[in-house]
Structure formats: C-alpha cells, structure tokens
Nanobody
C-alpha cells in the first residue's frame, strides 16, 4: 500500500505564498504521476497541477502563480503557491499514481486546508 502524508496548509493573506508538501511511502512501488487537486466548499474536486516524466500540467486558474516540483530521492511532491487569491481557498489533496507489484495504484492524501483571507 502506498501512503501519502501532506503538510504545509494554513491561513494566508491575499497575495501571500504557501508551499505544500506530500511524501509518498510504502514498499516496492514506482511513481508515474504526482499531482495536486483541490476542493472548495460546495464544489467538485478539480485538478490543480500534475507532473509526469518531467512534464507539468496546470489548471488555467493557477498558471503563472503555482509551481509543481518533485524530489525523486524523497518521493515527495511540492506545490509552491504564490500570489494567492481568496478563490484559491480549498482543501488541497495530493495524488500519486504508479505501479506496485505490476498493478496500477491511485493514492490520495488526507487533504490540507488552504485559506486565503484578510
């Protein structure tokens, strides 16, 4: 089983920055894609950013403000969020997809709250 532990959420003023981290742990697994999704109150979960084989993909709403990166040695994915806006307020979920014992897996983190407010 692949487990994900997220950290880095919190309360920040508009225009501020936060950095989210998500560490994957387990045994005998490989990682294909690491990414971040978010879910605001009363809305569906939406993609924020993904990283696959060095290729990044961002939601239009965060392009130019958020940066996804990965530390392969630590099996950790980061989301640097700059110029935060109130509409970025949501629970942010880490997502990791890959293979374990030849089978595909799709793991989710527990979620971390990001609140952008003055």
């Amino acid at each position: 089983q692949v487990q994900l532990v997220e950290s880095g959420g919190g309360l920040v003023q508009p225009g501020g920055s936060l950095r989210l981290s998500c560490a994957a742990s387990g045994s005998f697994f490989s990682i294909d894609t690491m990414g971040w999704f978010r879910q605001a109150a009363g809305k569906q979960r939406e993609l924020v950013a993904t990283l696959t084989s060095g290729i990044t993909n961002y939601a239009n709403s965060v392009k130019g403000r958020f940066t996804i990166s990965r530390d392969n040695a630590k099996n950790t994915v980061y989301l640097q969020m700059n110029s935060l806006k109130p509409e970025d307020t949501a629970v942010y979920y880490c997502n990791v997809q890959g293979r374990r014992f030849g089978a595909l897996y799709n793991a989710w983190g527990q979620g971390t709250q990001v609140t952008v407010s003055s």
